[in-house]
């Protein structure tokens, strides 16, 4: 399992009702099983979605899939388009994803 996994299980959905949760996932690569044709991004994101919730053909960030990361209960914010990785031009501090989930931070 992974972190998130555990996290999952260890304090499912809204553990504090007085907190506002709010879960953000960028939906941008679908995982698949590697053969020829698939691209190494869609295999690395596969791999990754696979040890999260255990089935890696699904939607995600590339790394982190929206079932493992949209808590039950919280509001949701699935961002297409949006990037794990920071060194992508198109990740969760880039515009114009930045605005859609730092609003919530007030």
């Not at 679908?30 to 919730?53: D, H, L, T």
Request: hydrophobic fraction near 30%; aromatic fraction near 14%; charged fraction near 15%.
């Amino acid at each position: 399992g992974s972190s998130l996994w555990y996290t999952n299980l260890c304090y499912p959905g809204v553990h504090h009702q007085d907190v506002r949760y709010v879960s953000v996932c960028g939906r941008t690569i679908q995982g698949k099983q590697w053969q020829p044709g698939v691209r190494i991004e869609e295999f690395v994101a596969y791999s990754s979605y696979k040890a999260n919730c255990g089935v890696g053909e699904v939607w995600g960030d590339g790394v982190t899939d929206l079932k493992s990361s949209l808590l039950e209960g919280s509001e949701h914010v699935v961002l297409p388009g949006c990037m794990h990785s920071p060194s992508s031009s198109s990740w969760y501090g880039s515009e114009p994803h930045f605005d859609s989930w730092a609003r919530f931070l007030s």
